[in-house]
């Protein structure tokens, strides 16, 4: 890990060097304008990412993520709109060369999905999407309804890290685990649907349900489930920290757990980030997985909540 900043820290060293040289040479006449420009965008991405990652200091940044979706209330537009946030992480991830597998799936009774979650494994997949969580709005014509009406549908996103590191001890005891088994849906072949392997864990102190259809026999999926929730007991740890910590920063904008976050108004042809205030006007591409921008936004304004806003 350290290895990685000094080799980042190196190569931006080196393009800052170049650049200063290529600047003594344009004094002198003997290399032209385009060719300095070329240099200083170089160095200046360089550095602007270097920024970026230097946000990613946390321990739990650099592993895989747990993502889950659920709709909100509205029946089938709400499902709709929790399933085009699946696919749209879906294809940011595997964009972003991250590894995506399915956990759990419940469709919706129309269309879409009631929630599902999914696992996304690459390094630092937990940094990047650890600023998704909230409530995520949808503004649109409805293609669901026949008078063509302006509909407002909202679905929550809830990203943790997976814990699977030796080091971490998280104790869970057998009588404070409740688990059920069913039938699986969704996703998965035939096979799914012929047995009651899909598990259910309850976390009875804390109210936490886990759910896994991901794999062939029940006891593989409640060992799944079991990894689960020891994550999300260690991420709820760690929000309990934070609240602390922000509760002693006074000055600092405070962000409710489960809030909007940001809106996607179709129709009229824009998303905005409602934390960090980044805004672009082409969702389609948004829908398609192009979250970098979104992504480093929050982590930049995180950094430094009085950061200037961005609007592209």
């Given at each position: 890990?350290?290895?990685?900043?000094?080799?980042?820290?190196n190569?931006?060293?080196r393009?800052?060097?170049?650049?200063?040289?290529?600047?003594?040479?344009?004094?002198e006449g003997?290399?032209?304008?385009?060719?300095?420009?070329?240099?200083?965008?170089?160095?200046?991405?360089l550095?602007?990412?270097?920024?970026?990652?230097?946000?990613l200091?946390?321990?739990?940044?650099?592993?895989?993520?747990?993502?889950?979706?659920?709709?909100?209330?509205?029946?089938?537009?709400?499902?709709?709109?929790?399933?085009?946030?699946?696919?749209?992480?879906?294809?940011?991830?595997?964009?972003?060369?991250?590894?995506?597998?399915?956990i759990?799936?419940?469709?919706?009774?129309?269309?879409?999905?009631?929630?599902?979650?999914?696992?996304?494994?690459?390094?630092?997949?937990?940094?990047?999407?650890k600023?998704?969580?909230?409530?995520?709005?949808?503004?649109?014509?409805?293609?669901?309804?026949?008078?063509?009406?302006?509909?407002?549908?909202?679905a929550?996103?809830?990203?943790?890290?997976?814990?699977?590191?030796?080091?971490?001890?998280?104790?869970?005891?057998?009588?404070?685990?409740?688990?059920?088994?069913?039938?699986?849906?969704?996703?998965?072949?035939?096979?799914?649907?012929?047995?009651?392997?899909?598990?259910?864990?309850?976390?009875?102190?804390?109210?936490?349900?886990?759910?896994?259809?991901?794999?062939?026999?029940?006891?593989?999926?409640?060992?799944r489930?079991?990894?689960?929730?020891k994550?999300?007991?260690?991420?709820?740890?760690?929000?309990?920290?934070?609240?602390?910590?922000?509760?002693?920063?006074?000055?600092?904008?405070?962000?409710?757990?489960?809030?909007?976050?940001?809106?996607?108004?179709?129709?009229?042809?824009?998303?905005?980030?409602?934390?960090?205030?980044?805004k672009?006007?082409?969702?389609?591409?948004?829908?398609?997985?192009?979250?970098?921008?979104?992504?480093?936004?929050?982590?930049?304004?995180?950094s430094?909540?009085?950061?200037?806003?961005?609007?592209?």
């Amino acid at each position: 890990m350290h290895k990685n900043w000094v080799d980042e820290y190196n190569r931006l060293a080196r393009e800052v060097d170049d650049l200063e040289v290529l600047w003594e040479f344009y004094k002198e006449g003997l290399t032209p304008e385009e060719e300095l420009e070329a240099q200083y965008k170089k160095a200046a991405d360089l550095l602007a990412d270097a920024e970026f990652r230097s946000t990613l200091n946390q321990k739990e940044d650099p592993m895989n993520a747990v993502l889950t979706i659920n709709a909100g209330a509205g029946g089938t537009e709400a499902c709709d709109w929790a399933a085009m946030l699946l696919r749209m992480y879906r294809m940011w991830a595997e964009k972003s060369g991250f590894k995506v597998e399915d956990i759990f799936e419940q469709p919706g009774e129309t269309a879409g999905i009631k929630s599902a979650s999914i696992e996304i494994r690459g390094p630092y997949a937990y940094g990047w999407l650890k600023g998704e969580n909230g409530v995520h709005r949808l503004v649109r014509v409805s293609p669901f309804n026949a008078q063509g009406k302006r509909q407002t549908s909202f679905a929550s996103v809830f990203v943790y890290p997976l814990v699977e590191d030796d080091n971490i001890e998280i104790v869970i005891r057998p009588d404070d685990i409740e688990m059920d088994v069913f039938r699986a849906s969704g996703a998965g072949g035939q096979h799914v649907n012929r047995t009651e392997s899909a598990v259910r864990l309850r976390h009875l102190p804390s109210g936490i349900v886990v759910e896994c259809q991901a794999e062939r026999s029940q006891h593989q999926n409640r060992e799944r489930a079991l990894q689960m929730l020891k994550s999300r007991l260690y991420e709820l740890e760690l929000r309990k920290r934070q609240e602390e910590k922000e509760k002693i920063e006074a000055g600092k904008a405070k962000i409710e757990w489960g809030s909007q976050i940001r809106s996607y108004v179709l129709d009229d042809r824009w998303v905005k980030d409602l934390r960090s205030g980044y805004k672009v006007h082409n969702p389609d591409a948004v829908l398609d997985g192009d979250l970098d921008g979104f992504l480093k936004a929050y982590l930049m304004w995180k950094s430094n909540p009085t950061a200037v806003e961005a609007d592209e």
